[in-house]
């Protein structure tokens, strides 16, 4: 069974700051795809960035990035200066090619940026 | 504009009653998926459907069934079976999950009576 573990319930950053949400999974795929969802309190889930195992470059997307360790099975998400509106829960995803490309969700990580 | 959309927004469900959960998308994408929310624990997954009149069970599709009689629309039925229905329903869609990423509807929060 594929799994995606985040271990940090909730977490803080002021305003401008840097934070890093961690985030490990296990999968027996060869080759796979990571994701990073926002789910502000509107309750929209909001793709925030994405990874392809094969891939040895990090994504970005603007002000954020992620730090993949493909043989530690980790896939921590990195926001720089971060802003109000960052606040949000953050969810590491992995897609199951056993169920139609459906996505694995961790529990999530509350953050909150702070002015 | 395109997009994927979700009816209603909030829902209220009386004991034994079967209600629908309507998700339709605009975005002729081939793949459709039911996740449910509880507070605390990511999405999990009902149903999925990769192609018109095929679905597929998810990991909790126990009380809940589903239709794709259209390739726009998903609608989730929860049934009387499905004894804690309370939750967060969201509906997502991607033109090729293999190669391609999902996209989400706003949701629909289901109460119960």
């Known amino acids: 069974a594929q799994t995606v573990t985040q271990s940090q319930p909730e977490m803080s950053v002021q305003e401008a700051e840097t934070v890093t949400l961690s985030c490990t999974y296990d999968?027996?795929?060869?080759?796979?795809?990571l994701f990073w969802y926002k789910q502000p309190p509107s309750r929209q889930m909001i793709l925030v960035i994405r990874?392809?195992?094969?891939?040895?470059q990090n994504a970005t997307e603007n002000r954020f990035s992620v730090n993949f360790q493909k043989a530690a099975k980790s896939f921590s998400l990195k926001i720089s200066d971060s802003q109000l509106g960052d606040t949000a829960m953050y969810f590491c995803?992995?897609?199951?090619?056993?169920?139609?490309?459906?996505?694995?969700f961790g529990k999530g990580t509350s953050l909150l940026v702070t002015p | 504009d395109g997009g994927i959309t979700q009816s209603p927004k909030y829902l209220f469900r009386k004991e034994g009653q079967n209600v629908t959960l309507s998700c339709e998308q605009n975005?002729?994408?081939?793949?459709m998926y039911w996740y449910r929310q509880d507070p605390g624990q990511g999405l999990r997954l009902i149903y999925y459907?990769?192609?018109?009149?095929?679905?597929q069970k998810g990991d909790i599709a126990e009380g809940y069934s589903v239709s794709r009689e259209k390739k726009e629309s998903f609608p989730l039925t929860v049934t009387s079976a499905q004894k804690n229905p309370t939750a967060f329903y969201l509906c997502?869609?991607?033109?090729?999950?293999?190669?391609?990423?999902?996209?989400f509807g706003p949701g629909t929060r289901l109460l119960v009576l």
């Open positions: 997502a869609s991607s033109i090729d999950p293999g190669q391609e990423t999902q996209y």
């Open positions: 459907s990769q192609i018109v009149n095929d679905f």
């Open positions: 975005l002729n994408h081939d793949a």
């Open positions: 999968t027996s795929e060869s080759n796979y795809y």
């Open positions: 995803a992995s897609r199951n090619s056993n169920s139609g490309y459906a996505l694995n």
């Open positions: 990874q392809e195992a094969y891939k040895q």
